[in-house]
Each structure stands twice: as C-alpha cells, then as structure tokens.
C-alpha cells in the first residue's frame, strides 16, 4: 500500500502554492479531487506547464460553488474526505458556507488547511499579493542580489509558494497522524509570508549575532558563486572554508592568492570581494566549464554546473536518481526523497477539467 492510500484531498486551491501541497500528499497515495471553477478552471492550466507539474496523478471536478447545485456537490465532497484544503481571501468559504466552523460540523474529522498570502489574522490579512511581496515583508528581499546592488526580486523559483506548500504538507500529515489518536481534524492556517520568515530564521540569527547585514556573505562570491568560462557556460564554487578556498586557488594557477594572509577569512574574503573577483574571473575563462569541472573536481574543490533547463533531464546525476520522468512526451520532476520499505506513486498525467465529474459525483453518497 501506499503511505496514504485510502486518504481523500478535496482541493479547491488554485496556481501554485496548494496545487504543489496536495501534489506532494498525491504522491504518497492519496486520492486527490481537484474541485475546478468552469469554464476554465484553475488558471494555471494556462501558465506554461504549472498545471502539468503540479496536477500530476489528481482527479477533475468542475463545480460552479455560487449555484446551489454546486454547492450541494461540495457538500457531499466534504462529508466524505479526510482533508480539504483551500487557497481563497480569508472569509471568502465562509460567505460561500464552506468555512472551518460550517465544514466541521459537517465532518469533524476532516483537516481543514487554509493557505494565503499573510494569513487569517493580522493587519495584512486581506491584502493582495503574490511572491515578491511575501519574500520582501520577511526580510528575504533585503539579502538578494549583488551585495553592492539593489535588492533582487526573485531567485528562478517560486519561493515563498514552494515554502508554505511544504510547511502545509507537513502540518496535514501531522494533523492526520494527530487524528489517530483523538478521532478529530483541525484547522490550519498556513501564511505564505510566516513561512518565508520561518526560512530566514538561520540568517536572522546570524545577523543579531554578528551585527551586520548577512548579504554580502551569501551573494559577494570570492569563491562562493558563480563564475563564466570561456565557452560562455558558468560553473558555481562553494569555497567556504579555508582548504576549499586554498585548493581552488592552487587549481586555478595562483595559489598566492590563496595564502595571502589577507583573504585566509571567509568575511575578509567578502570584505575583499572586489579585489579577489577580478582575478577569479580572469582565470575561469581560460578554459571551457567542461575542463573547469574535471580539474576542480580532482583538486577536490566544491563544484557544479550552472545547468541551464534543457540540461537538467541529462545531468548524470539526476539520471541515476531518476528525478525526471517523461510522461506523455513531457518532463516531471519526481518526488524528491528516496525511500526503503515505503512505496511512492510514479509521476502521472495531469487531468483534464472535469474530467472525473461522472466518477466521482456519480460515486456512493454522492
């Protein structure tokens, strides 16, 4: 059996943030029903594969919620589940009658998970926002980019919606896990922006113990970053300590640079970024990143690829881990973890809208 086989998700989140929670819960085996708005449905079927991505292995229904008949469909959902998960406004189930207090007394062992922008209480809580407004609140904002520029939206991912899905995932099986022993659901409020602030917490510290800005030493390289070879490819270095960054050096042809007893500190290597850089970047294009690679690595040096997307399914490494399965011609990421003794669902098509409204509001006490 799979981990969650016998467990039923009703999803009426939309984009990215609940689609990729209950994507993770799918692939433990649990029966997801993607409850769609018609005509079209969750829009991001219409953002260039997010919905393949994270619709992998659910089920269709479309339901129009304002008409009554919609809504009794819902209604029978909810009596039947065991989570239901939502990514509206705060208030907007409520004034539809689908919130916590009215979904409990229809079914108390449901969980029911709440994901929004700032969450269900505070002055925010009503506010529009999207990504690059959940990252700059907490403070994630601040310490992006180049430790000499303006702060950078964006990282290539969907941050703050890729980490409240997990946080969200987490806090369902546990609240399932909690529910074997007290035979009720709960309710649980996830907030985008709380769970960006939960990953800044490392960086917080730092700061406080330190007393000063953490952003120049993530972003200000000095052999910890990204650097261009000569075919125009990059490779990325993580040469935080001190044998790291000597070894690096010595690989490079210039191992004075890595004893000079004014760089031997990573903070001094920051301090002195723009003095260590130039030197860095001429050396790296010498040669083209393939070779770079195989010298770094033989020197032991921390290194990788900058891959670009289309390089990623090919990627030696990804290959034996077997992360990327086509399905129906297209690429899909597999669930992450590797497991003995516990089985996982392959990476399945996403459906198409409605596609299961027969089966499944056509089903026993429906």
């Known amino acids: 059996m799979l981990p969650l086989e016998g467990v039923r998700v009703v999803d009426l989140t939309n984009f990215l943030p609940g689609p990729f929670c209950s994507m993770i819960l799918s692939d433990f085996g649990a029966e997801v029903i993607k ?73 108390d062992r449901a ?11 505070g002055p925010n809580r009503d506010l529009a926002g999207h990504d690059v407004n959940y990252l700059s609140i907490a403070g994630a904002l601040s310490i992006s980019g180049d430790p000499d520029g303006p702060p950078v939206a964006g990282g290539g991912v969907q941050v703050a919606d890729l980490t409240s899905a997990m946080y969200a995932a987490v806090s369902v099986l546990a609240a399932i896990i909690n529910r074997g022993r007290t035979g009720k659901g709960a309710y649980l409020d996830v907030s985008m922006t709380d769970c960006v602030l939960a990953f800044m ?14 952003k120049g030493t993530m ?28 070894r690096l050096c010595d690989a490079l042809g210039d191992p ?34 393939d070779e770079w690679m195989k010298i770094l690595r033989k020197a032991d040096v921390p290194v990788t690829p900058v891959n670009r997307i289309e390089e990623l399914e090919n990627d ?25 003794g516990l089985e996982l669902r392959e990476p399945g098509p996403a459906p198409e ?9 056509g089903g026993p006490g429906l």
């Open 35 to 107: 409850v769609e708005r018609p005509p079209k449905g969750d829009p991001a079927r219409y953002q260039g594969g997010m919905f393949t991505s994270a619709g992998r292995n659910k089920k269709s229904v479309a339901l129009d919620l304002k008409s009554d008949e919609g809504k009794e469909a819902l209604r029978k959902l909810v009596l039947n589940c065991d989570v239901l998960m939502e990514g509206f406004r705060p208030g907007v189930l409520d004034r539809l009658g689908f919130g916590w207090e009215a979904v409990r007394a229809l079914n």
């Open 256 to 289: 004075e640079l890595g004893r000079d007893p004014k760089y031997l500190g990573w903070f001094d290597r920051m301090k002195y970024r723009a003095e260590i850089n130039p030197r860095l970047d001429e050396k790296f294009l010498l040669r083209d990143r």
């Open 201 to 214: 917490g490392p960086r917080i510290l730092e700061y406080f113990d330190r007393g000063m800005p953490p």
């Open 316 to 340: 030696p490494q990804f290959v034996s881990r077997g992360m990327i399965k086509r399905v129906n011609g297209q690429p899909l990421v597999a669930f992450p973890v590797k497991f003995e």
């Open 111 to 121: 969980v029911y998970c709440s994901i929004s922008g700032f969450g269900q209480t």
């Open 353 to 361: 809208l409605g596609a299961d409204n027969g089966g499944i509001l």
């Open 219 to 246: 972003m200000g390289r000095s052999g910890f970053g990204a650097y261009r070879t000569r075919d125009g490819k990059y490779v990325s270095v993580g040469c935080l300590e001190l044998n790291f960054w000597q």
